[in-house]
C-alpha cells in the first residue's frame, strides 16, 4: 500500500466484518442496540448501589465497580466498531489503535481481577461468615478494586508500549474489528518470540488463574451450602451466588477460547465471532443476570419507582 513505508505504517486497516458484505448494516444495528442496552443497563446498577443504603455492602460495592468497568471496557470499542461498520475504509492511526490496545487490556484485566475479587467476597460471606466483617473491612475493599485497576493499568502499559516499539514494514491489514494485541503483533517485523510470551503470560496470570481461584472458591461453596441443613438457605445461598457464576462462565469462557488456542488465519474469523461475545454481548447480560436474579436488587428498584411515582 502506499501509506506503508520501510520504517512503520501511517494506519492500520481493520477488516473486521467486511466478509459480510452488505449484512455489515444489520449487524451495526444488532450492535448498537446492545450497546445502549449495556449502558443503560450498568448506569441503573451503578446508580441503586450509590442511592440504596440496603445496597452498600461489599458485595454491590464491586458490582458497581464491574458495572463501571463494563462501560467503559464496551465504550473502548463499540463506538469506533460502529464507525468501521459503516464505513468504506476503516482505518485507525497507531495512535488510535495504541490507545485502543491500551485501554482494552487495562479493562479486560481489572474485570478479571475484580470477578476474582467477587469470587473471594462470596467465600467469605458464606464460608466464614463470623469472620466476615473483619475480611471485608472496607479499608481491604477499596485495596482491592485498587489492586485490580493497578494489575490493568500496568499490563496495557507494558503490552502496548512494546508492542508499538516493534517495526511495522509490512502490511498494515488487521483481521480483527479491534486493536488487539495478537492481531497486531502479528503484523510486527523482527523478535517477537517476547511479545507472544508476555501475551501468554498475561493469559496464565490474569485469565486462568483467576478463572482457577474462582472455582476453587466455589468448590468450597459448594462443600458448605451442601452442609446447610436447611433447603431454604441452600436456596438461598444458591441464588446469590449463581448469577456470579453465570457471569465468570460467559466471560473466562470466551476469553480463553480466543486467547488460549493456537491462532491461525482460518480460526481469525471465528475469533472475532467469539471476541463479540466477551466484548459486546456479555456486558450487556451482566446488568441482566444480577438484577432479574436477586431479590435485594429488584427490592431497591421498586423502592425507587415507588418513591418516584
Given amino acids: 500500500m502506499d501509506d506503508v513505508n520501510e520504517t512503520g505504517v501511517s494506519e492500520f486497516i481493520l477488516l473486521g466484518f467486511s466478509y459480510l458484505g452488505v449484512y455489515q448494516g444489520a449487524l451495526f444495528w444488532a450492535v448498537l442496540f446492545i450497546y445502549l442496552i449495556t449502558l443503560l443497563g450498568n448506569s441503573l446498577i451503578i446508580t441503586l448501589t450509590l442511592l440504596d443504603p440496603a445496597l452498600r455492602t461489599p458485595m454491590y460495592f464491586f458490582l458497581r465497580h464491574l458495572s463501571v468497568i463494563e462501560i467503559l471496557y464496551t465504550t473502548t470499542i463499540v463506538p469506533r466498531m460502529l464507525i468501521d461498520l459503516l464505513s468504506s475504509h476503516p482505518a485507525m492511526s497507531p495512535a488510535s489503535c495504541f490507545t485502543q490496545m491500551y485501554f482494552f487490556a487495562l479493562f479486560g484485566i481489572a474485570e478479571c481481577c475484580l470477578l476474582t475479587v467477587m469470587a473471594y467476597d462470596r467465600y467469605a460471606a458464606i464460608c466464614q461468615p463470623l469472620h466476615y466483617a473483619m475480611l471485608m473491612k472496607w479499608q481491604v475493599c477499596v485495596g482491592m478494586v485498587g489492586a485490580s485497576y493497578l494489575m490493568g493499568i500496568t499490563t496495557g502499559t507494558t503490552h502496548s508500549i512494546f508492542i508499538f ?145
Fill in 165 to 309: 516499539t516493534l517495526p511495522f514494514p509490512g502490511t498494515n491489514i488487521v483481521h480483527h474489528f479491534l486493536c488487539d494485541i495478537l492481531p497486531v503483533l502479528r503484523l510486527a517485523h523482527g523478535d517477537t518470540f517476547w511479545g507472544e510470551v508476555g501475551n501468554l503470560a498475561v493469559t496464565l496470570l490474569f485469565i486462568m488463574t483467576p478463572f482457577a481461584l474462582i472455582l476453587f472458591s466455589y468448590v468450597r461453596i459448594l462443600i458448605t451450602i451442601l452442609g446447610v441443613a436447611s433447603a431454604q438457605g441452600r436456596q438461598k445461598v444458591f441464588s446469590t451466588c449463581s448469577s456470579h457464576l453465570m457471569v465468570v462462565t460467559l466471560f473466562f469462557g470466551t476469553t480463553t477460547l480466543t486467547y488460549m488456542k493456537p491462532g491461525s488465519s482460518a480460526t481469525q474469523d471465528t475469533d472475532q465471532i467469539i471476541s463479540l461475545f466477551y466484548t459486546v454481548v456479555t456486558p450487556m447480560l451482566n446488568p441482566f443476570i444480577y438484577t432479574l436474579r436477586n431479590k435485594e436488587v429488584i427490592g431497591a428498584l421498586r423502592r425507587k419507582v415507588t418513591k418516584h411515582l
